[in-house]
């Protein structure tokens, strides 16, 4: 099982988002998400996104503030994501070798080129909801089913 964290960094009412399209091969590829990445080893989830921001965007994050666990699964693929959100950080934004990255304004995230699942996990983040486990089962890259803390959405 693979563990990555993902977070949402927010500032004066924008997230910082980031378009994934510069690495070839991304099954990414065009889509907006946050920022973070994979687990080394002995890595907690706050260390591991501490890192992963720094190293994406050159910003320095304080009291990430974890928000769930999603579990992603696709064609025999599985992976624990764990989602954070942040509003103390410090720093500079760096050029990122994964994609552009860009300050949105919250509201008009929704409209942007998101993977189907991502949608269910930013609504409990604007919602402000307790922390949360969610399960999204894509076949073939096409969401199939979500199930929020053991009860079935779609």
């Known amino acids: 099982m693979i563990n990555s964290t ?7 009412g924008k997230w910082l988002m980031l378009c994934r399209n510069k690495k070839k091969n991304d099954i990414n590829k065009n889509k907006w998400i946050g920022v973070g990445g994979r687990f080394e080893d002995g890595e907690s989830p706050e260390e591991c996104i501490i890192r992963e921001i720094k190293e994406e965007t050159g910003l320095t994050v304080y009291k990430p503030k974890f928000k ?20 103390e950080f ?16 919250i509201k008009d995230v929704p409209g942007l080129e998101l993977w ?39």
Do not use: Q
């Open 6 to 12: 993902h977070c949402y960094i927010e500032k004066d």
């Open 90 to 105: 410090s720093g500079e934004i760096t050029d990122c070798n994964e994609g552009e990255l860009r300050w949105i304004d």
């Open 116 to 154: 189907e699942g991502d949608r269910y996990f930013i609504d409990l983040i604007l919602d402000n909801a307790p922390f949360f486990s969610l399960k999204l089962v894509y076949e073939n890259h096409t969401l199939g089913s979500v199930i929020l803390n053991g009860e079935v959405v779609k």
């Open 68 to 87: 769930g666990i999603v579990t992603f699964c696709d064609d025999g693929y599985c992976e624990y994501m764990h989602l954070f959100t942040a509003t």
